[in-house]
């Protein structure tokens, strides 16, 4: 049987598209995979992540291909993964999750909290950028866009003195590089990060059979569980919030963070449940985050990047 599988042409994207691969064929040795580059928006869009109005710009061509049958499937970086999928698609398999933190990589080695003051750091995130404006008031955030590889070759060439980026990224691409990494207690990841998702047709129950060979239940639980929190508060590029859930025996805790644009105010909620009910864990965990005002946060962001991309 020959599968045809769509991803980005991105090198992490082509990277854990054929670990994907991979582990299918230990599995499934008689089958053939062909792998099927596609460009997305977020691929010929330059601008910081934050400015450009539209979710999904990551998959929704890709996930366009899946949908008219141009693949048979497709591999995702979870994060970049809409919380509400086109209709007739669904998150077919998700495999054992990547470590979910951040790492800070800097030209001299230095730590986020030894780093000099006034140095230049780079992220396309407005949820790493807040966090590190949280935790050094006195460096400048600048924005930082391209493959890993190239983000961390312009440390080498002076453009920044250091970079934000995840650890998983890192460890797809077997990037040997020295770096320090980030506690999720203090620096809190993007829901999803660490996590691939492979997204196939509802209706095609022979390919999501094969594929669920490869899936991985705690991941799935935890993902689920995330996704549910970000959905229910509408959470994005346009608003950062950190999200993670770990599961251990029959429980899961979620532990989330929300901050303001001026990064002053921050609301965390950690709460555990059922592991068997991920999606009612992170209802209840957006419904506290409401109570404590997580609304108005949104709205201030979401006013803040309408401001910066009218200037």
Known sequence: MKYVVGARGSQLSVAQTNWVISELTKIHPDSEFELNKIT?????????????DQKGIFEKEVDRAVATGDVDFAVHSLKDVPSQLDDGLVIACIPKREKVNDVFISLDNSALTTIKSGAIIGTSSLRRAVQISRI???????????????????????DYDAIVLAQAGLSRLGIDVQYTPLSTDEFSPSPGQGAIAIVAREDDSKTISMLRGIEDADSRLEIEAERALSDFVDSGCRFPLGAYAKSSDSQMTLTVSAFSVDGKKSIQVSKTGKKE????LGKNVGLELQSKGVNDLALNWREKVEEWNRT
Do not use: A, Q
């Open 40 to 52: 997305t928006k977020g691929d010929t869009d330059s601008r910081p992540l934050f400015t450009i």
């Open 136 to 158: 050094r008031s006195d460096v400048t955030v600048k924005p930082i866009r391209g493959n890993v590889e190239t983000r961390i070759r312009k440390i080498s060439d002076s």
């Open 277 to 280: 009910n991920p999606e009612s």
